[in-house]
């Protein structure tokens, strides 16, 4: 075990990681068979202030972390009941008792967590607060911290407003229909037009998709005004002067600040968008196009995207086979997986949309839930999300609860890295043909991607420190931006986007605030261990796994020290980064 624990500790911790690692064994158990039965909030609330009780009485800080054990049983007992309840409401929607059931924890879960803050406030304010640090880390403690810094009584209504305004921006994309000669799509059904092989193609549907978002243009405008006033409103009122830190302490910046990311967003501008402009003209010339557009630059080449070969069962067996080969510790995730009905990825009619993992914490058992249907999406399932169950898989081992609470940008390492690491077993999804391009278009894709993810964020940036601009002053901002960070960029005549409104349709900018740099910090991890594998997989994987184990025991710059990679914000990593990209394309 890898886990770095001081001395004094390194007993109870040996002891509670045995008692963990025996529970999966004896817990062990297939996802239909698991037993299901309604919490009972009350009886839960009474058991709480019970603890609570015991925790005020306790004369020591080890008295006090027995409770604290049995607070961790509690909460598992209760996210493990509310979890399958949401599993198996969504892997059949027409099953009406967990529809009733998932009503239930919808109404009951916010009072349930309300208690579990109180619960915290007394952990926090302990008399033998020095002693728990020892136990369950000081990040924990610093996360609870910033968590009672970012709200308060006051600003609840405004957070209430702030969901409704951010539910309203969901709902009108959600509700988007446009005409396909004479089929009706919503934006999702739209996308593959949108990367289709035939230019002509792909063209209408950019023109489909701007239409669209140009006829609810206004409403965009008048939403974002809203948030954005809202926001700096609810900072306002908690004594900051704008809502970007706030928002910092949202997000869960517990280790690095503004100027930390200004300084990863100018050396990205400096070294990474040139590095990036090349894989545009890369692309430019694979196409055999005079002039790329924006609709054309989704695309590979000129056969379209590289997409799998197989059904969705033989996409499922190659992922078996692949982590069986890839490591003893991926095998074993895999196999439980599998044996434990913890993987249902294949789209049936009564499923809902979409896919997520989410975890299971009285087996120790992550879940993925997926809709397969044969295109390259179905492998992202299989490399992208297999990589954040795999570290919840490898997680379960650590005991203290608090150190499941990982920040994105570290989060995103686990499984953009596993996208990396899969790619000696690409060939299984894509057949021999297929796989070169697939391998590079990921790591293009991969790399274009870092300008854009920074432009989103500086823009936030912008707007939140200036948060008196009118709507068309934001848009400027935007325009200025798309030519720092792209500077190739052309809509080819698209009147929506060349207006400066591209960001409107960018769900994270309305919804999750200055969240977005996260996937640039875990992208830019995730190429120093790809540079890494190519050296050494070996080391580099040992490295990977190490950092699954060690989750949020520690602050994210402390973790990247440790497993020996850079951290993206310091001088020279950017270019070093780059330097080894280089090399691969
Ligand atoms: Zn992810």
Redo the contacts with the bound molecule.
């Keep these: 075990h890898v886990l770095t624990v001081c001395a004094a500790c390194a007993q109870t911790w040996a002891e509670l990681l045995q008692e963990n690692l025996q529970e999966r064994m004896t817990k062990k158990m297939k996802f239909s068979e698991m037993p299901y039965t309604r919490i009972d909030f009350a009886r839960v609330e009474e058991e709480m202030k019970g603890l609570m009780r015991e925790l005020q009485e306790a004369g020591n800080g080890e008295e006090q972390f027995a409770v604290h054990k049995k607070f961790y049983r509690l909460n598992d007992r209760v996210q493990t009941q509310a979890t399958i309840c949401s599993i198996r409401h969504t892997i059949d929607t027409t099953d009406s008792f967990y529809e009733k059931e998932q009503e239930y924890y919808d109404a009951q879960m916010p009072a349930y967590s309300n208690l579990c803050v109180a619960y915290q406030k007394l952990l926090f304010e302990s008399p033998y607060r020095a002693e728990l640090e020892q136990k369950i880390g000081p990040v924990a403690f610093k996360n609870m911290e910033m968590a009672m810094k970012a709200v308060s009584d006051e600003v609840i209504p405004l957070m209430q407003e702030e969901n409704a305004l951010v539910t309203e921006y969901e709902k009108l994309l959600a509700g988007a229909k446009i005409d396909w000669d004479g089929e009706t799509l919503n934006l999702s059904l739209l996308t593959p037009y949108l990367t289709s092989a035939d230019p002509a193609v792909r063209r209408k549907a950019a023109e489909k998709q701007n239409e669209f978002f140009e006829s609810i243009g206004q409403k965009l405008d008048e939403l974002y005004d809203r948030l954005v006033k809202n926001r700096t409103e609810q900072a306002r009122k908690l004594g900051f002067e704008t809502y970007t830190p706030l928002g910092y302490l949202r997000m869960q910046r517990n280790c690095y600040g503004r100027e930390e990311v200004e300084n990863l967003r100018r050396q990205v501008k400096e070294i990474f968008v040139p590095f990036a402009e090349k894989m545009y003209e890369k692309r430019r010339n694979r196409l055999g196009m005079d002039i790329m557009t924006w609709s054309d630059e989704q695309v590979f080449g000129p056969e379209g995207n590289p997409q799998p070969e197989g059904t969705p069962e033989e996409i499922l067996a190659a992922g078996q086979k692949m982590y069986g080969e890839l490591s003893p510790e991926t095998r074993e995730f895999f196999d439980f997986m599998m044996e434990n009905e913890l993987m249902d990825v294949f789209g049936r009619k009564t499923k809902a949309v979409g896919g997520y993992m989410t975890y299971l914490p009285d087996y120790k058992a992550p879940f993925i839930f997926a809709n397969f249907n044969g295109t390259s999406g179905d492998v992202d399932v299989m490399t992208?999300e297999c990589g954040?169950a795999f570290q919840g898989y490898l997680a379960a081992e650590d005991p203290i609860r608090e150190h499941a609470d990982i920040g994105m940008e570290t989060?995103?390492i686990h499984?953009m890295s596993m996208e990396f690491f899969t790619e000696p077993w690409y060939h299984l999804f894509f057949g021999e043909q297929k796989t070169k391009e697939y391998t590079q278009m990921h790591l293009e894709d991969a790399i274009m991607f870092v300008p854009y993810g920074c432009m989103v964020d500086e823009f936030q940036h912008e707007v939140y420190d200036h948060p008196e601009m009118t709507p068309d002053e934001r848009k400027q901002v935007w325009k200025r931006l798309e030519k720092e960070y792209k500077p190739h960029l052309n809509y080819g005549g698209l009147p929506f986007f060349e207006a400066g409104c591209f960001w409107q349709k960018q769900h994270h900018i309305y919804s999750y605030p200055l969240y977005y740099i996260d996937y640039v910090i875990a992208q830019l991890c995730a190429f120093e261990f790809k540079e890494w594998m190519e050296r050494d997989y070996e080391g580099a994987w040992k490295s990977y796994v190490k950092l699954c184990r060690m989750s949020a025991s520690k602050f994210h710059t402390e973790l990247l020290k440790d497993i020996g990679l850079d951290t993206p914000f310091a001088d020279g990593t950017i270019s070093k980064i780059v330097d080894g990209l280089e090399k691969l394309i």
Aim: overall charge negative; charged content about 20%.
């Design positions: 992208h954040h989060a995103e499984s």
